[in-house]
């Protein structure tokens, strides 16, 4: 199967075991020598009302990756376990 990047980002992430809906796709994690996909970067929940940011990212192994539709991507992953802290864009 051949799918872009750009048609990868427009895709929902939803959890097959609980039902959860994780977010959309931002960016993904690639080995370079290969060329293989390695996991997708899903950000994380918006804090109270996106003001204080987001929380910790979620990093999808492509090997949990079950299903991949026209407008969703199933995962069958416990979010707790695939959490990353989010990088710092700046720091004081």
């Known amino acids: 199967m051949i799918i872009k990047m750009s048609e990868l980002r427009c895709k929902e992430v939803i959890c097959v075991s609980d ?21 997708i970067i899903v950000p994380g929940p918006c804090r109270f ?7 910790d ?9 079950k299903r991949i539709g026209p407008d969703i991507i199933l995962v069958d992953v416990k979010p707790e376990d695939c959490c990353v802290p989010r990088r710092k864009l700046w720091s004081m």
């Open 19 to 39: 039902g959860r809906r994780l977010g959309f796709v931002c960016d993904v994690e690639m080995d370079t020598p290969e060329g293989c996909v390695k996991a």
């Open 49 to 55: 009302l996106g003001l204080f940011g987001r929380k």
């Open 57 to 65: 990212d979620y990093v999808i192994p492509w090997q949990c990756i």
